[in-house]
């Protein structure tokens, strides 16, 4: 398993790879690989135009990016998993049972990372070691959000999905990639205190 976050949706053209280069130019000051996939992707083909435009938007060069489709070996090298929806987090741990533990829905990461988060700073004596699995701040952030899990009421599905700005205007597109942000930005935050 390498310290890499792996963003997953349906065909790899809007959803995860705008999660992809926004993640990237949030994470850009840690040492972690950010990469995407599809669950029903071909491999090879172009990211949708509108997504290319949010891409360009982080600072980067989107013209290189193409779509793969999901493989096994994608799941057990990230050390986190975040899916566009619930379908698709389903898809990942079929795939890649051992997975399990590290693989979440984007919004459902957010809200376990801020809990985590509050928690942490809530706490009056240290936290528990993480223990030999969280050798890497991502990685103890994925440990304290996995333990974050067990303690929060599970949310009603259409907080966990992400829409899919496909068939939309470049503003549904702009709306999807500012909830990605919004989704990404508590993640930051545990890495910068579970490290």
Known sequence: MVDGVLFVCHANMCRSPMAEFIARRLLRDLPVAVTSAGTDALDGAAMHPYAVEVAAGTGAD???FRTRRLRPEHLTR???VLTATRRQRSVCTALAPAALSRTFTLRQFARLAAA???EAAEATEPAEPAGPVAESPLLAAVVAAARARGRLQPATPDADDL???IGGSPADFR???EEIERSIRPVLALIGTAG
């Open 62 to 64: 989107p013209a290189a």
């Open 78 to 80: 990230a050390a986190l």
């Open 116 to 118: 985590a988060t509050a």
């Open 163 to 165: 829409r899919d700005p």
């Open 175 to 177: 709306r999807c990639a």
